[in-house]
């Protein structure tokens, strides 16, 4: 990807901006944002939308305070799912040649958790590739979570779709983040994926948030969607309940092999500052939520990730590997936290809603219900 100042915006898919809309124009309260509002806000000139996005993260969190998470794959490739962008698809194995792996042991996934907490990490996310988790797979993830927070750490996991009593187990255990990305827009999202549908994807959102768990749901940008398709993402977050508590902005890694991947390469990525404008609206549109650089900030410079941070930015993926593709290394990223004058966030998990209870005299277990 070309460095900042050798990128000229707006690329093919991106447009030009027309309504020059002032920061005055458009309303403060995020729920009154309209479609057209969200619209307005990718319009205004960059340094204007910066302003006031850094001004609406210092209304809502430590200026210069970030959360810092690491990604572990637990169960990796060969998944049900056919996510263009995605080398893990078992559609794609034969172009992208990856190996897939069974379930990581337990104390494999513990010591690097431990690993995790030495390097700086306040939260440990946990994903497998699959369509959702089955019935013998969620004794394992229940043990990984209580593992997990023993260390105290916030746990997180992306395992797929679930059910409403999948959901409820997760929350009994403690969890306290799932990752359920929406990805893209409602209509873009028939190009990105035909194995699961939108709503599908917002019934596991639905189910998360009713069991008490933290929601995180993000997208990818850059995957040969219109700025239209942005614009109705960030719509579509405002639309549920409530906006997801953590909210990466992805930048497509494109990967030879891949649809997506491939279709990015032949035609050329996406500039870097429309990914930025992306970071500016949704923490425009969602002050309270943490939004996470995750995928892409490999090939950035550190100016670029410093204008992430400016958009309003306050979380990232900490680690060389980000589930099957690469990261930003680790000495890179304390370097540039240095650099930026950067802390990190201390871990607040959740309790777990159930908590195991032994009668001292008769020795019977029974279950103690924690309000939340
Ligand atoms: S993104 Fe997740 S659900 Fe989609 S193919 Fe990859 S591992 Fe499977």
Avoid at 147 to 167: D, H, I, R, Y
Avoid at 230 to 254: A, F, G, Q, T
Avoid at 292 to 319: H, I, K, P, T, V
Wanted: glycine share 6%.
């Amino acid at each position: 990807m070309a460095g900042l100042l050798s990128i000229t915006e707006p690329s093919d898919n991106t447009q030009t901006p027309t309504a020059f809309a002032t920061a005055s124009d458009i309303p403060m309260t995020p729920t009154t944002y309209s479609r057209e509002d969200i619209a307005a806000l990718f319009d205004l000139p960059l340094m204007d939308l910066l302003l006031r996005a850094q001004t609406v993260h210092r209304e809502h969190f430590a200026a210069n305070e970030v959360q810092i998470s690491t990604l572990l794959s637990i169960k990796t490739g060969n998944c049900p799912e056919d996510c263009g962008y995605c080398s893990q698809s078992g559609h794609h194995r034969d172009k992208t040649k990856l190996q897939a792996e069974k379930r990581l042991a337990v104390d494999k996934v513990i010591a690097a958790a431990k690993r995790a907490k030495a390097s700086g990490s306040s939260r440990f996310c946990m994903g497998a590739a699959w369509k959702h988790p089955s019935e013998k797979d969620m004794p394992y993830v229940v043990e990984l979570i209580k593992e997990v927070k023993g260390l105290g750490l916030e746990t997180c996991m992306t395992l797929g779709m679930l059910s409403p009593n999948q959901a409820e187990q997760l929350s009994e255990a403690g969890l306290d983040y799932y990752n359920h990305n929406l990805d893209t827009s409602r209509s873009y999202y028939e190009q990105v994926v035909s194995t699961r549908t939108y709503d599908e994807r917002l019934d596991t959102l639905a189910h998360v948030r009713q069991s008490g768990i933290n929601v995180c749901s993000g997208n990818i940008v850059g995957m040969g969607e219109s700025r239209d398709d942005r614009i109705d993402w960030v719509h579509e977050l405002l639309k549920m309940p409530k906006p997801p508590e953590s909210i990466p902005v992805n930048l497509l890694v494109p990967i030879a092999g891949t649809p997506l991947g491939d279709k990015v390469i032949a035609e050329g990525e996406l500039s870097v500052l429309e990914w930025i404008r992306t970071i500016a609206v949704t923490r425009i549109c969602c002050p309270s939520s943490y939004v996470r650089l995750s995928a892409g900030r490999e090939s950035l410079s550190d100016a670029e990730q410093a204008l992430a941070f400016m958009a309003g930015a306050n979380s990232f993926f900490y680690g060389d590997k980000l589930l099957t593709t690469g990261n930003a290394s680790q000495s890179g990223d304390q370097r540039l936290m240095r650099t930026l004058g950067l802390t990190p966030m201390y871990a607040k998990p959740r309790a777990p809603k159930v908590l195991p209870v032994v009668d001292a005299i008769s020795g019977h277990e029974s279950q103690m219900v924690l309000a939340e």
